[in-house]
């Protein structure tokens, strides 16, 4: 097969990245199929258009829209990587994942183990979530713990999107199943476009601003905002680290111990819920490895312990603030 790779534009955003990634690894490799609920043309592509014209151009047999069955499809994605092929299967929301959880869980997760290794299952799950869009508690919650919690599966959240292009091509490459998020308020910000073929390592971290006093840590929209309270910081004269894990899971820990040994301090932000979070892993790792190098305890920003309200003004209430992360990042410089 052919594999003529289309360049594209200067710019583009998250949903056009995606669509550019997958298409391509589709060009590169026949075994690389599509399916999930309306992912074909005739069922528009998509909800947000992220898969609009791959079936035009690689056909019904490659890209399949499904009846609305996560534990059936997800189950035969399963099935088709144990045989050869690579699946992307695309999980409408993520809060429909426990739907299919046996199946990620149990089956996904858990065949190479089980068989000794004979076995691989390269399956990418696309799923998108982010609250922001009174879209209410069964639609947008951030559940990359569950899946961080679980051995044998790879959990990705970029954050722009060369580095959702990036990710995806090597999520698709990858020989282990890949939750892949994307984050639905920021699907149209308008980035940089990679080059066609970037790949982007799963499990490196990006230092995407270099600072002094204190490293920000954060994936998918909480970048966004960390890098807009590191801006209003650098006013008073604080110098921020950022750090875009990318990679949740596994955690690019030699990334992240060389900044916060360097800076001496830490706040993590992430939009799910603050407890049992991504955030109080990444807090108890610093604190076991690096425990006479801080100048002060670790500092968790998140969302509130509660489902995804709703009413536009406690949705907002529920999300943390850009505000929030410069009064944990003011907290941590108050500890000499």
Known sequence: MS??????????????????????????????????????????????????????????????????????????????????????????????????MDQITNHAAKLRFMSGGQTHVPLVIRTMTGAGFGTGGQHSDFLEAWFCHTPGIKVVAPSNPADAYGLMRAAIADEDPVIFIEHLPTYWVAGPAPAPGHFVPLGKAAIVQEGRDVTLIGYSRSVHDIRAAAVNLEKSGISCEVIDLRTISPLDMPTILASVAKTGRAVVVHEAVRSFGAGAEISARLHEQLWTKLKAPVQRVASKDCPVPFSKPLETGFLYSVDDIEIAVRTTLANA
């Open 3 to 100: 594999q003529t790779l289309v360049k594209p534009p200067a710019k583009i955003n998250t949903v056009q990245a995606i669509n550019l990634a997958i298409a391509d690894a589709m060009e590169a490799d026949e075994n690389v199929i599509v399916f999930g609920e309306d992912v074909a043309d005739l069922e528009g592509g998509g909800i947000v258009k992220v898969t609009q014209g791959l079936s035009t151009r690689f056909g019904g047999n490659r890209v399949r829209s499904t009846p609305i069955s996560e534990m059936g499809f997800v189950g035969a994605a399963v099935g088709a990587s144990l045989v050869g092929l690579r699946p992307v299967v695309e999980v409408m929301l993520m809060n429909f994942t426990a739907v299919c």
